[in-house]
């Protein structure tokens, strides 16, 4: 079987990036510079074959893949198994008011305890690994020998990047998740190869620039 191309990008900025604040699968827009980033993300990858848009069904996901998918003139599909992962509790919250809350739950977490997941609802890494897995598997497996694009979140991409790479979920991170980033991977049946990551060449003018020019 022919490898499958993915480029992988994370989701625009929203304001609750900009102020650090944790949103799991709370559906939040993308803000200004959000929008500003989808637009440049749609342009880069304007001239790449794309045989598929795939999005997270959350907005600020969805909302970034629109200009990717009307360069290609395809449409957006969404899927559930690319949602963030679920923070329970957390959700809203900035990490200081966690660990003012939550001290205990705050180092459990800062610890990357593998099978640790937030209360009242939230995910564990390897209950993230394994969905962001089984969906990355199946979604590359139905287009053998084309490229597709996948919008995601920070902890999808992450947990991505781990998988291909071979890193365990408690590793500690040494690579970077920036909104808007474009990341590429080779998927066969045996697995996930890392190709590129990171590239934010297409954000390096201020959101300010392009109004003005």
């Avoid at 074959?49 to 795939?54: G, H, K, T």
């Avoid at 099978?115 to 390897?126: I, K, N, T």
């Amino acid at each position: 079987m022919e490898a499958t191309r993915i480029i992988a990008v994370r989701h625009g900025e929203t304001s609750w990036n900009a102020d650090a604040r944790i949103q799991g699968q709370t559906d939040i827009a993308l803000n200004d510079t959000g929008r500003w980033q989808a637009v440049r993300v749609g342009r880069a990858l304007a001239h790449e074959p794309i045989s598929a848009v795939y999005s997270s069904d959350l907005e600020r996901a969805h909302e970034t893949a629109r200009p990717i998918a009307e360069a290609a003139g395809i449409p957006v599909t969404p899927h559930e198994g690319l949602r963030e992962r679920r923070f329970g509790m957390f959700e809203g919250k900035t990490f200081d008011e966690i660990h003012q809350a939550w001290p205990d739950h705050a180092q459990n977490w800062r610890k990357r305890i593998p099978e640790w997941a937030p209360p009242e609802g939230g995910e564990s890494l390897l209950e993230l690994r394994e969905r962001v897995t089984k969906t990355l598997h199946d979604l590359a497996s139905r287009h053998p020998g084309e490229q597709i694009v996948v919008v995601a979140h920070g902890g999808v991409l992450d947990a991505l990047y781990r998988v291909a790479t071979g890193q365990e979920v408690n590793s500690p991170r040494t690579w970077e998740l920036p909104n808007g980033a474009i990341n590429r991977l080779l998927w066969t049946p045996e697995g996930f190869t890392l190709v590129h990551w990171s590239d934010t060449q297409h954000l390096e003018d201020a959101p300010a620039d392009e109004t003005t020019a």
